[in-house]
Structure formats: C-alpha cells, structure tokens
T-cell receptor, first 114, second 112 residues
Framework: DSGVTQTPKHLITATGQRVTLRCSPR?????VYWYQQSLDQGLQFLIQ???????AKGNILERFSAQQFPDLHSELNLSSLELGDSALYFC?????????????FGPGTRLLVL | QQQVKQSPQSLIVQKGGISIINCAYE??????FPWYQQFPGKGPALLIA?????SEKKEGRFTISFNKSAKQFSLHIMDSQPGDSATYFC???????????FGTGTRLTVIP
C-alpha cells in the first residue's frame, strides 16, 4: 500500500459527459502528479501540482483540468468525454517538486467511456 | 515525442533465466534514471534508480547497466521468477525538471 488513495476505483460513463477523479496524497507529500495509462501508450504524464500550484504540464488535453486543494488532495476533471478517454488514470505523490523524487502511485481509477 | 524509448514491448523468460529490458534517451541533460515496476491491477512502484556517475547499480537480483556515451541503460533481472511477472517502465529526468519522462513499458512474463 503506497499511502496514496484514489476514488472511485471504477467509473463508467457516456460520451459527452463530465467526471471528476479524486486523489489524496501520502501524508506529508506536497506534490501530486496525474498520469493516463492506456494499453498502447504506456504512462502519459498529464500534470503536476506542488502545494496548490501547477508546476508542470504534460500531454493534457484542453478538455481536462486539475487542481490541488489547501488540504493537498487533488481532483482531475475530464469533460466532453470521448471513447478514446477510456483508460486507467493514476495519481502519484512525492515529498517535493523535483522529478528526481520517488513518486508513490495510487491504485488508479479505471474509466470506461461508452 | 518520446524522450525515453523502451524495448522490447513484451518479454517471455523461463524461470531462472535472465530478463533484459533496454532503454535509450535523447536528452543529454538527463541525470536520473529510475525503473518502476507495475503488477497487474496496481500502480507502478519504484524498483531501482541510477545516476550517470556510475555504470552499474545492483540491488539483489536487479541490476541497472548504464552507458552514458551511447545514451542507453538497461535493466537485468537475474534468476527471473514468476513473481517478477509485471510491467516495467524506465524513465529519465534532469535536474530542475519537475516530472519524469517514462518509456512505453515492457510486459515481462516469467514462465515456470
């Protein structure tokens, strides 16, 4: 158990809908990362927050947005969902903001868009 | 643009054999190279990492070999066991960067 929690575990929704994925980092960790994992794309980095502020942006679509709250939990919002958004979404946390820090991954949220 | 390229995509090894996964990177500023291990249904977890000031790092049955001039590094799993069956991701990053650049992953299956 990494200490990172993600909810929900599974999510089934329809095209065009909007969903929110939630992540609670390990106690003491200030950084939260979001990743998308699909079968043929590996781990795609989406976005990183550190202590409430956006620190790095990867291949995140404009339809997706994220934020980190004062209690350090983070939410990833996916809107106007398309079939291709079906994937596993992971959250990871680390103590600091550096990419050299160990990232602790949550169990993931499996999103299925029908 | 894939900053870290990983091969093979999948690998099947007999129990007791050596598993080898290769990665190559483009950015010469990269100075930290971790490997993450992901079991089915779980999130990835850090397995072992290396910095380019050493050519090899060993932890138990897992060894990273690093070739700075070729911009390549590899993971060797000695005496592979069925419990090693997982997906392995290499990654790279540089000082000052906030995120890791992951390879596309290698699914390892160790057959008894």
């Amino acid at each position: 158990d990494s200490g990172v929690t993600q909810t929900p575990k599974h999510l089934i929704t329809a095209t065009g809908q909007r969903v929110t994925l939630r992540c609670s980092p390990r106690s003491g960790d200030l950084s939260v990362y979001w990743y998308q994992q699909s079968l043929d794309q590996g781990l795609q980095f989406l976005i990183q927050y550190y202590n409430g502020e956006e620190r790095a942006k990867g291949n995140i679509l404009e339809r997706f947005s994220a934020q980190q709250f004062p209690d350090l939990h983070s939410e990833l919002n996916l809107s106007s969902l398309e079939l291709g958004d079906s994937a596993l979404y992971f959250c990871a946390s680390s103590v600091g903001a550096s990419g050299r820090e160990t990232q602790y991954f949550g169990p993931g949220t499996r999103l299925l868009v029908l | 643009q894939q900053q870290v390229k990983q091969s093979p995509q999948s690998l099947i090894v007999q129990k007791g054999g050596i598993s080898i996964i290769n990665c190559a990177y483009e950015n010469t500023a990269f100075d930290y190279f971790p490997w993450y291990q992901q079991f089915p249904g779980k999130g990835p977890a850090l397995l072992i990492a290396i910095r380019p000031d050493v050519s090899e790092k060993k932890e138990g049955r897992f060894t990273i070999s690093f070739n700075k001039s070729a911009k390549q590094f590899s993971l060797h799993i000695m005496d592979s066991q069925p419990g090693d069956s997982a997906t392995y991701f290499c990654a790279g990053t540089k000082t000052g960067a906030n995120n890791l650049f992951f390879g596309t992953g290698t699914r390892l299956t160790v057959i008894p």
